[in-house]
């Protein structure tokens, strides 16, 4: 379930990054940045989705 809405994410993510490099709204490194940022916080928003799932089924 997680793992479904963290690639539907992504997806739409990537897919409104390209579009907007297309329009040359944003510069391929603006682009770059702005992946590497987001999915630096997908990450984390996981990770953090993880600990929490393990700590409530543990008790």
Known sequence: ?????LSVAIAVLVSTSLISALFGKTTLLKLLFQVTGTLLILGL????????????TKK
């Open 1 to 5: 379930m997680i793992v479904a809405i």
């Open 45 to 56: 928003l996981f990770s953090f989705l993880l600990i929490l799932t393990f700590v409530l």
